[in-house]
């Protein structure tokens, strides 16, 4: 993966995570701050081809997000070829509608008051070897933040190689942990708004961009 420019976050198990997704629906979380959500294809070269999602009704190209909290819409392409070095984060599961998709006003108000909760402080693990204190962490409700302004809340499954899945929390604790459902925060949610995804959802992390570790 020398080809990349972004060598120093490349993470060749990470990249065999991806490549079990090839031909699925996923969301792709980037370290750059935008999101993409279509089907996921072979990687070639460093690079992932996403194409446009299968059985999403409504949904016939790839849902593109920029880290622009003011765009309330997603952009439709027909392809999109990522550097898979570029990517923090993968979420799989049972998308029955694209998480990228326009939100309400009433969705939107809502999410806006639950943001300026969440903008409140949050007190973090010691960012000393984080990678060793996070693997203490398996089996509990935790959040963790990535480079791209991401922020991930849910129960920790495993840490390995330097990477990480996150699935749906087994409590509630507001503003960011949500019973059943994987929490997400990020830029290119309109506002940065909080946004849940309930049931069998798992988040794939690269944890060479991982920056802090959340205990709520």
């Known amino acids: 993966m020398s080809n990349t ?7 060749k198990k990470f990249v065999c995570e991806i490549e079990s997704l090839c031909d699925r629906n996923a969301l792709f979380l980037l370290v750059d701050g935008s999101a993409v959500f279509g089907r996921s294809g072979r990687i070639d070269d460093c690079v992932i081809c996403v ?5 999403i009704t409504g949904v016939t190209l ?10 309330t819409t997603a952009i439709g392409v027909s392809q999109i070829l990522i550097d898979v070095c ?6 799989e599961g049972p998308f029955q509608t694209s998480p990228l998709a326009p939100i309400s006003t009433l969705a939107a108000v809502n999410l806006q008051r ?3 909760i969440a903008s409140q402080p949050i007190a973090t693990r010691p960012q000393r070897e984080l990678l060793d204190e996070l693997c203490d962490l398996q089996s509990q409700n935790i959040g963790i933040t990535t ?3 991401w922020s991930i809340f849910g129960i920790l499954g495993w840490v390995d190689d330097c990477v990480s899945v996150i699935s749906a929390a087994t409590t509630t604790n507001p503003p960011v942990l949500t019973l059943s459902s994987i929490t997400i925060v990020g830029p290119a949610f309109p506002s940065a708004t909080l946004f849940t995804l309930l049931g069998s959802f798992r988040v ?3 944890l060479r961009t991982l920056t802090q ?3 709520p």
């Open 86 to 91: 570029n990517i923090a984060h993968v979420v």
């Open 62 to 71: 790839v849902q593109f997000r920029p880290p622009n909290s003011n765009l």
């Open 114 to 116: 639950t943001t300026q």
């Open 5 to 11: 420019p972004l060598p120093h976050l490349c993470n």
């Open 147 to 149: 480079l791209g302004g």
């Open 204 to 206: 794939w992390s690269n």
């Open 51 to 55: 194409s446009p999602p299968i059985g």
């Open 213 to 215: 570790v959340i205990l």
